[in-house]
T-cell receptor, first 115, second 115 residues
Framework: EAGVTQFPSHSVIEKGQTVTLRCDPISGHDNLYWYRRVMGKEIKFLLHFVKESKQDESGMPNNRFLAERTGGTYSTLKVQPAELEDSGVYFC?????????????FGPGTRLTVT | GESVGLHLPTLSVQEGDNSIINCAYSNSASDYFIWYKQESGKGPQFIIDIRSNMDKRQGQRVTVLLNKTVKHLSLQIAATQPGDSAVYFCAENINSGGGADGLTFGKGTHLIIQP
């Protein structure tokens, strides 16, 4: 079974540009989460999808960030316009059942560098 | 890959020794706790979890202890191996009663196994 995949693995953009990150969850997982870790800080929750619906977006830092999950399969996270403080590693995770034990399965992350 | 040396606490142990990694959590309402392992360039990988109605749970070479009185969680790794070198994160959430699914992560501890 393929795990959570993320694309690209690394992105370098200039301040003010737009970047779109993609996450493909494990097949059959209705729950999809986005997290990020900025330099020197903890991994922080951004938002949670159940299928195509946003269940919780309390962690989204501001309106420069837009997450979508059309069709309830893969998800994209767009940052527009990117700022220097957006640099960090963006993780996607998925789980089959909400509230299930066994944790959330994480992808390898996308390292975003804004210059 | 992502640097694991981002001002993280470091624990250095000899190969074959036991290691104990500690974590303090702040939300007394949290009822589900997870330990993740993150190797360089990879996403967090599930190790073991525990619900708040338990104070100890054992896996293969790992044991998690939960002390709700002082809001403390620990991960014990027996007979450490070189492959155990990684950053270890504790995470928590409110898993029951429709609570938020987003995980709250601790800062992480960098475990180094000395040959």
């Amino acid at each position: 079974e393929a795990g959570v995949t993320q694309f690209p693995s690394h992105s370098v953009i200039e301040k003010g540009q737009t970047v779109t990150l993609r996450c493909d969850p494990i097949s059959g997982h209705d729950n999809l989460y986005w997290y990020r870790r900025v330099m020197g800080k903890e991994i922080k929750f951004l938002l949670h999808f159940v299928k195509e619906s946003k269940q919780d977006e309390s962690g989204m830092p501001n309106n420069r960030f837009l997450a979508e999950r059309t069709g309830g399969t893969y998800s994209t996270l767009k940052v527009q316009p990117a700022e220097l403080e957006d640099s960090g590693v963006y993780f996607c995770a998925s789980s089959q059942v909400r509230g299930a034990t066994g944790g959330q399965y994480f992808g390898p992350g996308t390292r975003l560098t804004v210059t | 890959g992502e640097s694991v040396g981002l001002h993280l606490p470091t624990l250095s142990v000899q190969e074959g020794d036991n290691s104990i990694i500690n974590c303090a959590y702040s939300n007394s309402a949290s009822d589900y706790f997870i330990w993740y392992k993150q190797e360089s360039g990879k996403g967090p990988q599930f190790i073991i979890d525990i619900r708040s109605n338990m104070d100890k749970r054992q896996g293969q070479r790992v044991t998690v202890l939960l002390n709700k009185t002082v809001k403390h969680l620990s991960l014990q790794i027996a007979a450490t191996q070189p492959g155990d070198s990684a950053v270890y994160f504790c995470a928590e959430n409110i898993n029951s009663g429709g609570g938020a699914d987003g995980l709250t992560f601790g800062k992480g501890t960098h475990l180094i196994i000395q040959p």
